[in-house]
């Protein structure tokens, strides 16, 4: 289905029942992300927002993709899985032999169909250039500033076009944008992406770098500029395959060398001059659910704005998982199941990324498994392919067909992957490129993996019999944390509920090596004899809250560096989750905080719920992570 305009798929989300104005005033600096917030993290209550009175002439629409239902709404399906089906019948006929001339003639409505998706450029001016500021001017547009630790506001929605300058090639990316002043931006593209290189190319030929920045429209157009395709695919191409209608383009007023789409609500046109200096950007509150730590990046120097009539702006927060994003990946993850399926994964069943695992930081996938060594054939293919290479943490286990077990269905999953685990043969330690805003990595953009193969064992595989886990009645976690009184909290309902042998452990740490050595004596323990693996967080986090302990884990474990095995014949793996420091781990990088709104901006919308027509007042989820914020600002002092 193709939408209009954003006010287009507003009306549609309103009338879906999927949408709430708020008249009331709220300030896009903290207060507009602070209530976000709180109805994003609140399922029975998650709803896109329509802000109505931002302090400029335009609304600001947010958290419009931030459920299945609405992503689904906004890709114009009803399931997610009809985009994968659409994609997977679609290469089956373009890649299936063709017999004769008549098969091949067949082939033609297909193709016809699919060339009328490319993207086309139209004469004069579109529906994004109705008004063209006299003056261009960023203050005018309500941008964000998301989290109290942000070096300022954010643009955080743009889908930002550059053009090889030796190709013409057009590329499409998702990068947030700082505003410095009326007319100008950072320009925050990381080493790995594509228009990095594009930049680079102007480098070297000593030339300014035309760049459009496109806000609205068709929120498909919004998902394209996120989607990891190849890099000589137009994003607009797979933007016209999704909506099933071509995306019509107009060249910018001050940058004729860029197109954009002819219906976005805003374009900021401008360039990047490779030869100034860099400007000082961040800090920002990013997905990972820390703060991406301030950088240098090039400036981006606004030549013209121009928007609809009735422009809506876009905008979205990311931070402590789930967020929108989270739905965002979602979409990828079954978009996207088939080209990988067909091109370089052919056993691989099913996909999940748990919004824990915050994107690339942990990826499970299901195999139909037929010989010795091709789970570790999969995890080479998966961390050579595209954006997969920053995948930090993978499992593996058989596909459905084989033991009838959902991907999403994570306790059985689980079990049924640690059920077919020899923590010593099938824990897999590599490392490779990661993405710049992992800080666990001693180095920046490069550090450790891990690939848990938790399919069944051939009796090539097998070194010894695996048995299924049973707690030991000798098993104590108040015993436990009797005699090691760093340990703050033990969580072994992994154990005895769903019979999996992971322990989960917090610790106050407190001297170098201090992890290795607690491990050594937990796995001496009465009772630990099984358990396969521990995790190890700060003892700040709440040990029973399973999904924060695997968020906190993810994001702070490099697998190659912080991994040890204890116990008896040296088989219980032991991973670090815990803060890297200086003092006790020899840690060199800065490391962020963790993101929470301030006292203040929760007071403030606390005394404003009644205006907002949201219902009875939802408590701000940062209250829960109060407790957990290091000392220092979104960089944590090295002294804790």
């Known amino acids: 289905m193709a939408y209009k305009s954003l006010r287009a798929f507003v009306e549609k989300l309103e009338e879906a029942g999927e949408l709430v104005r708020i008249k009331a005033f709220v300030d896009p600096e903290l207060e507009i992300s602070e209530i976000t917030d709180r109805v994003s993290k609140t399922p029975d209550r998650n709803k896109a927002l329509l802000f109505e009175n931002t302090g400029t002439q335009f609304p600001l629409l947010i958290n419009s993709m931030g459920s299945e239902r609405r992503m689904c709404i906004a890709l114009g399906v009803n399931d997610l899985d009809e985009v994968m089906n659409d994609i997977d019948s679609l290469m089956k006929k373009m890649s299936a032999p063709k017999a004769g001339i008549l098969d091949?003639?067949?082939?033609?409505?297909?193709?016809?169909?699919?060339?009328?998706?490319?993207?086309?450029?139209?004469?004069?001016?579109?529906?994004?250039?109705?008004?063209?500021?006299?003056?261009?001017?960023?203050?005018?547009?309500?941008?964000?500033?998301?989290?109290?630790?942000?070096?300022?506001?954010?643009?955080?929605?743009?889908?930002?076009?550059?053009?090889?300058?030796?190709?013409?090639?057009?590329?499409?990316?998702?990068?947030?944008?700082?505003?410095?002043?009326?007319?100008?931006?950072?320009?925050?593209?990381?080493?790995?992406?594509?228009?990095?290189?594009?930049?680079?190319?102007?480098?070297?030929?000593?030339?300014?770098?035309?760049?459009?920045?496109?806000?609205?429209?068709?929120?498909?157009?919004?998902?394209?500029?996120?989607?990891?395709?190849?890099?000589?695919?137009?994003?607009?191409?797979?933007?016209?395959?999704?909506?099933?209608?071509?995306?019509?383009?107009?060249?910018?007023?001050?940058?004729?060398?860029?197109?954009?789409?002819?219906?976005?609500?805003?374009?900021?046109?401008?360039?990047?001059?490779?030869?100034?200096?860099?400007?000082?950007?961040?800090?920002?509150?990013?997905?990972?659910?820390?703060?991406?730590?301030?950088?240098?990046?090039?400036?981006?120097?606004?030549?013209?704005?121009?928007?609809?009539?009735?422009?809506?702006?876009?905008?979205?927060?990311?931070?402590?998982?789930?967020?929108?994003?989270?739905?965002?990946?979602?979409?990828?993850?079954?978009?996207?199941?088939?080209?990988?399926?067909?091109?370089?994964?052919?056993?691989?069943?099913?996909?999940?990324?748990?919004?824990?695992?915050?994107?690339?930081?942990?990826?499970?996938?299901?195999?139909?498994?037929?010989?010795?060594?091709?789970?570790?054939?999969v995890m080479n293919a998966m961390w050579g392919a595209g954006q997969m290479m920053f995948n930090k943490i993978l499992v593996l286990a058989n596909g459905v067909g084989q033991n009838g077990i959902k991907i999403d269905d994570y306790g059985k999953l689980a079990k049924e992957v640690f059920d077919n685990l020899n923590p010593v043969t099938d824990v897999y330690f590599s490392q490779g490129p990661m993405d710049v805003l992992d800080h666990s990595c001693s180095k920046m953009g490069f550090g450790g993996k891990m690939c848990i193969d938790g399919t069944r064992k051939t009796e090539e595989e097998q070194t010894e019999e695996l048995k299924p886990y049973k707690i030991s009645a000798a098993f104590s976690a108040k015993q436990i944390m009797a005699d090691m009184p760093e340990v703050n909290g033990v969580n072994d309902v992994l154990m005895r509920q769903w019979e999996i042998p992971v322990l989960m452990v917090s610790m106050k740490k407190d001297r170098p090596g201090h992890v290795r050595d607690l491990h050594t004596r937990i796995a001496g323990a009465a009772g630990m004899e099984g358990v396969k693996m521990v995790i190890y967080v700060e003892h700040t986090v709440d040990i029973h809250d399973i999904a924060d302990v695997l968020w906190r884990f993810c994001n702070n474990l490099d697998p190659r560096r912080d991994n040890f095995y204890a116990g008896d014949q040296q088989q219980i793996l032991g991973l670090d989750g815990t803060r890297k420091t200086k003092r006790y781990d020899n840690f060199d990088r800065p490391w962020p905080n963790i993101i929470a709104a301030d006292d203040a901006t929760i007071a403030k919308i606390d005394a404003k719920w009644s205006e907002l027509g949201l219902g009875e007042l939802l408590k701000s989820p940062s209250l829960k992570y109060k407790t957990q914020l290091y000392e220092g600002g979104a960089t944590v002092l090295d002294s804790e």
């Open 104 to 377: 091949k003639l067949a082939m033609l409505p297909e193709l016809g169909k699919f060339a009328s998706y490319m993207p086309k450029v139209v004469s004069g001016r579109g529906a994004c250039q109705e008004v063209v500021m006299a003056k261009p001017d960023l203050s005018k547009i309500p941008v964000l500033k998301c989290w109290p630790e942000d070096g300022g506001r954010f643009i955080t929605l743009p889908a930002i076009h550059t053009k090889d300058p030796n190709t013409g090639m057009r590329n499409i990316g998702m990068y947030r944008m700082q505003v410095f002043d009326e007319q100008m931006t950072g320009m925050h593209w990381h080493k790995h992406k594509v228009s990095a290189r594009h930049y680079n190319e102007y480098k070297k030929l000593g030339k300014r770098m035309p760049v459009a920045v496109a806000l609205g429209g068709d929120p498909v157009y919004t998902y394209a500029a996120t989607a990891p395709l190849p890099e000589n695919v137009d994003e607009y191409m797979l933007a016209g395959f999704l909506r099933k209608k071509k995306v019509e383009m107009v060249r910018c007023i001050t940058q004729p060398e860029i197109e954009v789409p002819a219906d976005a609500d805003f374009i900021i046109e401008g360039y990047v001059d490779p030869s100034e200096e860099l400007i000082w950007e961040g800090p920002f509150g990013d997905h990972t659910g820390y703060y991406s730590l301030a950088d240098w990046y090039p400036k981006f120097h606004v030549t013209a704005i121009t928007h609809k009539k009735d422009a809506i702006y876009p905008a979205t927060i990311v931070g402590i998982p789930p967020q929108e994003d989270a739905w965002i990946g979602k979409a990828t993850e079954r978009i996207f199941l088939t080209p990988i399926k067909m091109t370089m994964v052919p056993e691989i069943t099913d996909m999940n990324m748990p919004v824990e695992g915050v994107f690339h930081n942990l990826v499970i996938a299901t195999i139909n498994k037929e010989y010795a060594g091709q789970g570790q054939k």
